[in-house]
């Protein structure tokens, strides 16, 4: 069985020079802090933690390693305008490396986090998930593929 957490990174501020170097707000760090320690003990399988590149996803998934004690790799291919079907793809080839045993968390960015969702539960990306940002959600599927997969749960922050 898969386990596969996907979370938009937390509430970021728009005083930056660039997008990619948009930073997390105290309250992006507090909330998505809280969230992952609330939810810790269902993500205690975690093994795997992939970050987009950018700064704000990277703090993000940096909370997730402290409190998970997973290390993060950095995906180019999770930028927002990043295509779903290439995360699948990966995602599909780490599957084969872990023989059908993964359990990995993604942090990343609206739209490819909500249109990602909607290929692996509904095979399609027109019902993308209205990710907030903390946002993180629970997918178990058997194989990761388009509408194969299940949504479990959603942790959104309070």
Not at 34 to 45: E, F, H, K, M, Y
Not at 85 to 106: C, F, H, P, R, Y
Request: net charge negative.
């Amino acid at each position: 069985m898969i386990q596969l957490f996907i979370g938009r990174h937390g509430e970021a501020s728009f005083d930056a020079p660039s997008d990619r170097q948009r930073c997390l707000t105290e309250n992006g760090m507090s909330s998505t802090r809280l969230l992952i320690q609330g939810c810790a003990q269902q993500l205690n399988t975690i093994h795997t933690l992939w970050s987009s590149e950018l700064v704000r996803a990277q703090q993000t998934a940096a909370i997730y390693a402290d409190i998970l004690g997973v290390d993060v790799t950095k995906q180019r291919f999770l930028a927002p305008e990043s295509d779903p079907a290439t995360v699948i793809q990966k995602l599909s080839a780490l599957e084969g490396d872990m023989e059908g045993n993964l359990a990995m968390a993604i942090v990343s960015h609206q739209p490819l986090v909500g249109e990602l969702v909607s290929l692996i539960c509904h095979g399609h990306p027109y019902e993308a998930h209205p990710f907030v940002p903390s946002e993180l959600v629970h997918i178990e599927c058997d194989v990761v593929g388009l509408g194969l997969g299940q949504l479990k749960q959603h942790w959104r922050p309070a």
